[in-house]
Nanobody, 124 residues
Framework: QAQLVESGGELVQAGGSLRLSCAAS????????MGWFRQSPGKEREFVAC????????EMADSVKGRFTISRDNDKNEVYLQMNSLEPEDTADYYC?????????????????WGQGTQVTVSS
């Protein structure tokens, strides 16, 4: 059974950093594109970042470009989101997701598996 478990979310002050992790199990992690999405209360879920199966290609949302970095370790079956220079607008539940049939995608419906999310709160 495929499972994604996010961790690392917490309360942090504006300007601070966090590293989110997502541990995958129950599927062939190394052949899946991995993505991070986020959702704030009352807002639609939005794309944050994605990384191709071999880690060679990444794509970031304009709102986080230059502040966030996505990476993966296929030996550990994990994907990471390094978040620097955090802003109150980054406050959200962050979800990792896995997509088999795309090289990279910003579209949540392209993703096959989803985690339960980890909460990030950035105080001003």
């Amino acid at each position: 059974q495929a499972q994604l478990v996010e961790s690392g979310g917490e309360l942090v002050q504006a300007g601070g950093s966090l590293r989110l992790s997502c541990a995958a199990s129950g599927f062939a992690f190394h052949v899946y594109t991995m993505g991070w999405f986020r959702q704030s209360p009352g807002k639609e879920r939005e794309f944050v970042a994605c990384i191709s199966r071999n880690g060679a290609t990444t794509e970031m949302a304009d709102s986080v470009k230059g502040r966030f970095t996505i990476s993966r370790d296929n030996d550990k079956n994990e994907v990471y989101l390094q978040m620097n220079s955090l802003e109150p607008e980054d406050t959200a539940d962050y979800y990792c997701a896995a997509a088999l049939h795309v090289w990279r995608s910003r579209v949540d419906s392209d993703y096959d598996y989803w985690g339960q999310g980890t909460q990030v709160t950035v105080s001003s």
